[in-house]
């Protein structure tokens, strides 16, 4: 089967389970209004019977197993959805290696900046935020909870690579990963600004996997970075990450952090919102 007939039966039946969330959601509306009406009645009688509570403890019941059946159709849902992200991105990889390039995905030599700083907001919009089930904590990649010591990112993902600048110096840039080499434990990477059209040949020390899932700041902030904790962070509008404090994490989907810059006169720039898709563990803990 190939790949876009896959993608075709995927969308259908994504298509089938959002319309089963809405029946589902249409259902379960009955017996909420049920809920809301019992409690008026009680509150205008002014008195909380035997009765009442057999009502409330059976609509309840009846109220949390329809949240539980649309949670799972919703599950289901998010599922597909990361499938056929999958596909996409195996396509695009397909492509990019055998030298063919969708309208959307143009070749590197002919993608213009400002084609290349839209594609990176959107991929840092479409990060899919973790869901997890009551109790169930962050897995790695998701926010800032690190990968496990043994990870190795893929191909096609996108990291913070350390690598030499023409002056030099080092600097950390956003890179995607071509390759990994077990033998010698070594990343084959490719500069994701088509300007720098290098690639890097970097061992595992050199590599930071970006989050894979965004944080939901409600139920797990204990997976996002803290006040004034040490990042690096992708300064807006570039593709070169920098040292930054954190200056209030997320309430939604972007840090606001402080950028080390010499030329303020306390030593950070304002602050600058940075998607959770670009901040990353700072492995220097010494300010240069």
Not at 76 to 100: F, P, Q, Y
Not at 183 to 194: F, G, M, P
Request: glycine residues 4%; hydrophobic residues 30%; proline residues 6%.
């Amino acid at each position: 089967m190939s790949a876009d007939t896959k993608i075709a039966e995927l969308l259908t039946e994504l298509h089938q389970l959002i319309k089963q969330t809405q029946e589902e959601r249409s259902r379960s509306e009955h017996n909420l209004l049920n809920i809301q009406k019992t409690h008026e009645r009680m509150q205008t009688e002014n008195k909380t019977s035997p009765y009442y509570r057999t009502k409330l403890r059976g609509l309840y019941t009846t109220a949390k197993a329809d949240a539980e059946a649309e949670c799972s159709i919703l599950r289901h849902a998010l599922d597909k959805i990361a499938e056929i992200k999958s596909l996409l991105e195996e396509r695009r990889i397909a492509a990019k290696m055998a030298g063919v390039y969708s309208d959307s995905d143009p070749p590197r030599k002919t993608m213009r900046r400002g084609v290349l700083m839209t594609l990176l907001q959107q991929s840092a919009m479409t990060l899919p935020l973790w869901i997890g089930k009551p109790g169930e904590s962050p897995p790695p990649l998701c926010g800032a909870t690190p990968a496990s010591s043994d990870y190795v990112a893929k191909q096609g993902d996108k990291v913070a690579a350390r690598v030499k600048a023409v002056d030099g110096d080092e600097q950390w840039i956003l890179a995607e990963v071509v390759s990994y080499n077990h033998s010698t434990n070594k990343y084959e990477v490719d500069d994701i600004d088509e300007e720098g059209k290098e690639r890097h040949t970097l061992s595992r020390r050199r590599i930071i996997p970006l989050p894979q899932w965004k944080a939901n700041p409600e139920t797990d902030p204990e997976a996002l970075f803290s006040k004034d904790q040490l990042v690096l962070a992708l300064y807006p509008q570039t593709t070169c990450f920098y040292r930054a404090l954190i200056h209030t994490p997320p309430t939604q989907d972007d840090y606001s952090v402080l950028f080390e810059d010499t030329s303020y006169a306390d030593g950070y720039s304002p602050p600058l919102n940075v998607a959770q898709r670009y901040v990353v563990a700072c492995k220097e803990n010494k300010k240069k």
